[in-house]
Structure formats: structure tokens, C-alpha cells
């Protein structure tokens, strides 16, 4: 099983609507959850980390389910600048490692 | 703001070269990583470096090594770049490992 697993899409969504990503880890131990943004064609950049209570950031709420071992991410009234590839990340205690998923991508309709 | 530099942005090279990639950063952060990007795989971690002179081996090191001379340059080398080397090569460094990665902008790198 991979260490983190993410459902590459694409997720094509109007704008104004909600949308939810998932992405599953395997290492139980994994610390640390994070969710990073990567536009086309350019660097991956730090959106927010997420936090066992679940963090709101505007129109962006994160959420970690340890139990079921997965955290979410959901974008309220996209905008069609929110379209680009989001990354789950986490932190391995194991390794001290940061651990990338290979992204969601995420298109926002006119 | 924090900032990482890549010395080429594209770079086309053939099989048997050596490639030299240059990454630089200038808030004076410890750690320095190197991954590259593929589609379907996300980025993968090479090497990493905690400190001048220091580095790890990570995840896919073959083909690879690094040299870190200085606490501001992270250099990854290929002494003899094969096809499978095509990628997307992302230098990122950090103060502590918080989760906080500053990435450069990227070096494309084609093996013909």
C-alpha cells in the first residue's frame, strides 16, 4: 500500500460550488498533516497545515480523521483562481521525513 | 520573503553527460532538499542535507549525488544522465523540519 494515496482527478467544478478532497495515509504514527498548492507549471507552496480539532482558513477548512487515517480538505465558493494541483503531505516520525501525495487536481468553471 | 533560486529553469542534455544543478537559498536555513516530480508519482525526496558538509540519502538516491560546500548552496549532480532522468527537479529548504518547505521554481531537465 502506498503512503499516501490521493485521487489524482481532475475535479471539475462551477464556480461558486463546494468541493472535497481526501487523502489517506498508511503510517499510523504519521505526526504532522499538511496541505500544500502547486499551480502549473510552478513551485509547491504551504496552504495550511491541519490540526486534530480541523483549522478554518477562510474558505478553506482542513480536517484530520485519525481513526479512519485520512484528513480533508474543502474549498467553499471556488474561485476560478483556486483551480491548480493540491498535495497532502505529512510528516513521518518514523523518518522525520515529509511524506507528498501525488496532488489533486482541481479546475474552476466559469 | 524567502528565496530559493535554481540556476536553469530547462536544461535538454544528452545520455552520458554529467548535470550539475545549482540551487541557492538566502534566509540562511539548515536544511536543503532535493526531489524530483513526476506525473503520477509526486515528488520524491533524493537527498537532503541538515548542514554544511552533511548529507542523506533519500528515497531515490541511484544516479544521484550532492554536494553542500557552503550553508546557502545545495547542489544535486548527475554524473551520467540517463533517459529515465527526464524530470522535474525541485530544490526546497526549511529552518526546522515543520512541515514548512520553500520550494525554488523548479529545473526541467530532459535526457535525450
Given amino acids: 500500500r ?3 494515496e490521493q485521487d489524482p482527478g481532475p475535479f471539475n467544478v462551477p464556480e461558486g460550488a463546494t468541493v472535497a478532497f481526501n487523502c489517506t495515509y498508511s503510517n499510523s504514527a504519521s505526526q504532522s498533516f499538511f496541505w500544500y498548492r502547486q499551480d502549473c507549471r510552478k513551485e509547491p507552496k504551504l496552504l495550511m497545515s491541519v490540526y486534530s480539532s480541523g483549522n478554518e482558513d477562510g474558505r478553506f477548512t482542513a480536517q484530520l480523521n485519525r481513526a479512519s487515517q485520512y484528513i480533508s480538505l474543502l474549498i467553499r465558493d471556488s474561485k476560478l483562481s483556486d483551480s491548480a494541483t493540491y498535495l497532502c503531505v505529512f ?4 523518518t522525520g521525513k515529509l511524506i507528498f501525495g501525488q496532488g489533486t487536481t482541481l479546475q474552476v468553471k466559469p | 520573503d524567502v528565496k530559493v533560486t535554481q540556476s536553469s529553469r530547462y536544461l535538454v542534455k544528452r545520455t552520458g553527460e554529467k548535470v550539475f544543478l545549482e540551487c541557492v537559498q538566502d534566509m540562511d536555513h539548515e536544511n536543503m532538499f532535493w526531489y524530483r516530480q513526476d506525473p503520477g508519482l509526486g515528488l520524491r525526496l533524493i ?6 558538509k552533511m548529507k542523506e540519502k533519500g528515497d531515490i538516491p541511484e544516479g544521484y549525488s550532492v554536494s553542500r560546500e557552503k550553508k546557502e548552496r545545495f547542489s544535486l549532480i548527475l554524473e551520467s544522465a540517463s533517459t529515465n532522468q527526464t524530470s522535474m527537479y525541485l530544490c526546497a529548504s526549511c529552518v526546522l523540519n515543520t512541515g514548512e518547505l520553500f520550494f525554488g521554481e523548479g529545473s526541467r531537465l530532459t535526457v535525450l
Fill in chain 1, 2 to 4: 502506498k503512503e499516501v
Fill in chain 2, 47 to 52: 537527498y537532503f542535507s541538515y548542514d554544511v
Fill in chain 1, 91 to 94: 510528516l513521518s516520525s518514523n
